[in-house]
T-cell receptor, first 114, second 114 residues
Framework: KQEVTQIPAALSVPEGENLVLNCSFT??????LQWFRQDPGKGLTSLLL?????REQTSGRLNASLDKSSGRSTLYIAASQPGDSATYLC?????????????FGQGTTLQVKP | NAGVTQTPKFRILKIGQSMTLQCTQD?????MYWYRQDPGMGLKLIYY???????DKGEVPNGYNVSRSTTEDFPLRLELAAPSQTSVYFC?????????????FGSGTQLSVL
């Protein structure tokens, strides 16, 4: 059974730091991996989607990498800002891949201090 | 463009009461989902639908029912509320469930069963 784990559960950094959030999954048979941002009391917003054939995706200060063979993904945030404070969740799309049914990690809550 | 809209935002139920969580999307998406998120946990899939008239169970369907009479609407019904159903409920949608498609989420319904 596919399991997705995110460590640490919480992270606090000073403004301006570069940081990495980790996501691991137990079964490498995935079709894609998404990183989401969740603000308190709000829904999830998809930040980046990496297809299984891709190694990384970039959007602005965000860069997500995927290593299927080792069951790992990282979300790199450059020059962090207080506005980046939120919970970040990763989710994998397992077989059959065409249903959009995702399996989520527990999330990492990030606090960026001014 | 409203995206995915959920109502109500908050609700308190007594044990044994029933209610319907509403979800509507205006993006003409075929695939819709209901997830629940317990504190400190990832999201778990309750039910999903691949089109009007077609629904299927997810990981945690017990105690819930769904229907999909139109493309736009996907209500979630709780028949006999139990404390274990205290959670935040999210509705989501995607166009065809394809591996290159991001998931769009509503802002959630926070439900407490006392």
């Amino acid at each position: 059974k596919q399991e997705v784990t995110q460590i640490p559960a919480a992270l606090s950094v000073p403004e301006g730091e570069n940081l990495v959030l980790n996501c691991s999954f137990t079964d490498s048979a995935i079709y894609n991996l998404q990183w989401f941002r969740q603000d308190p009391g709000k829904g999830l917003t998809s930040l980046l989607l990496i297809q299984s054939s891709q190694r990384e995706q970039t959007s602005g200060r965000l860069n997500a990498s995927l290593d299927k063979s080792s069951g790992r993904s990282t979300l790199y945030i450059a020059a962090s800002q207080p506005g980046d404070s939120a919970t970040y969740l990763c989710a994998v799309n397992p077989p059959p891949g065409n249903t959009g049914k995702l399996i989520f990690g527990q999330g990492t809550t990030l606090q960026v201090k001014p | 463009n409203a995206g995915v809209t959920q109502t109500p935002k908050f609700r308190i139920l007594k044990i044994g009461q029933s209610m319907t969580l509403q979800c509507t999307q205006d993006m003409n998406h075929n695939y819709m989902y209901w997830y629940r998120q317990d504190p400190g946990m990832g999201l778990k899939l309750i039910y999903y639908s691949v089109g009007a008239g077609i629904t299927d169970k997810g990981e945690v369907p017990n105690g819930y029912n769904v229907s999909r009479s139109t493309t736009e609407d996907f209500p979630l019904r709780l028949e006999l509320a139990a404390p274990s159903q205290t959670s935040v409920y999210f509705c989501a949608s995607t166009l065809t469930g394809g591996t290159n498609e991001k998931l769009f989420f509503g802002s959630g319904t926070q439900l407490s069963v006392l």
